[in-house]
C-alpha cells in the first residue's frame, strides 16, 4: 500500500469514529510515541532557547566554590542576595552563583573525590571561578598549587592592613616562594553565622578569576569592611 493510500485509509477511519473522546483515544493510541516525541523535541528547544537567551541577557559576575561545606539552596539565595545588595549588583543583566556541592573527602569515596576534582579543574581552567573557599585541609592544596591571587597585590593597601591579621601565607610547590594568598575565615560573618562550618574555614581569590575586583569586595562584604 502506497503512502497516499494508508493516509487515505486512516483519515476513513478517523471520520468514522463517533464522538471526540473516542477520537481523541483513537489519536492517543496509534500516534502517542509521536505526539510524546514532538512534546520532547519542543521542550527540548525551549530549554535551550531559554539557557541561550539567559546567557545573552546576563553576565555572571561572581562564581563562589564552596568545599566540605554543603549548604541548603535557600542559604545559598540567601548569601547571593545579601552580597548582591552589598554589591550593588544590577538585577536586569548581572547574576552571582555561589556552589556548594564540591565535596572531596581523604578518608571518602575515591570516585567522588575524582570527579570533585576534575569538575574545580574545569572550572578554574574556563576562568569560571572567582573565590574558593572551604576546610584548611582541602584549600591547602589549592593554595599552595599555585590557585590563588598574591593578596598584597591584589587587595586595597587599607583593606589588607585590616585584615593583616587573618592573612596566611603559603609557601608556592612551583618555586617555593611563600605568598601570602589566603584568608583565615574562621572571624567571618559567613563563619559566625555558622553557615561557613567546615573546620578551620579558609579562602582565596582564583589567580585567573575575570571578576578579582568583585572577589574583593565579596571579601570586605564578609568581614564587615
Known amino acids: 500500500m502506497s503512502i497516499k493510500q494508508a493516509a487515505r485509509e486512516e483519515r476513513k477511519k478517523f471520520s468514522e469514529i463517533e464522538g471526540f473522546s473516542k477520537k481523541f483515544g483513537y489519536i492517543w493510541d496509534y500516534y502517542r510515541y509521536w505526539i510524546l516525541g514532538i512534546a520532547a523535541a519542543v521542550a527540548f528547544c ?16 561572581f562564581y563562589c566554590a564552596i568545599f566540605n561545606n554543603p549548604l541548603p539552596d535557600e542559604t545559598l539565595a540567601s548569601i547571593e542576595t545579601d552580597f548582591s545588595d ?21 578518608n571518602g569515596d575515591p570516585q567522588t573525590n ?16 572567582d573565590f574558593l ?3 584548611e585541609f582541602t584549600v591547602t592544596q589549592y593554595a599552595t598549587d599555585g ?6 597585590e591584589i587587595l586595597p593597601t587599607d583593606v589588607y592592613n585590616a585584615l593583616s591579621d587573618y592573612i596566611i601565607s603559603f609557601p608556592q610547590l612551583e618555586d617555593n616562594s611563600v605568598v601570602p594568598c589566603a584568608l583565615d575565615l574562621s572571624k567571618s560573618k559567613l563563619a559566625e553565622s555558622g553557615t561557613l562550618y ?15 575586583l568583585v ?5 570586605k562584604f564578609i568581614f564587615g569592611l
Open 46 to 61: 525551549i530549554s535551550i532557547g531559554s539557557s541561550i537567551y539567559h546567557n545573552i541577557k546576563y553576565t555572571q559576575i
Open 133 to 135: 573557599m572551604g576546610d
Open 147 to 152: 590557585y590563588f591571587y598574591n593578596l598584597e
Open 114 to 129: 575524582y570527579v570533585t576534582i576534575q569538575k574545580i579543574g574545569a572550572m578554574v581552567a574556563s576562568k569560571s571561578v
Open 215 to 219: 572577589a574583593v569586595e565579596f571579601i
Open 86 to 106: 552589598y554589591y550593588g549588583l544590577n538585577p536586569n543583566s548581572e547574576t552571582m552563583h555561589f556552589d556548594s556541592t564540591y565535596i572531596i573527602d581523604e
Open 198 to 212: 567546615t573546620n578551620q574555614p579558609i579562602g582565596g581569590i582564583i589567580i585567573n578569576s575575570e571578576n578579582p
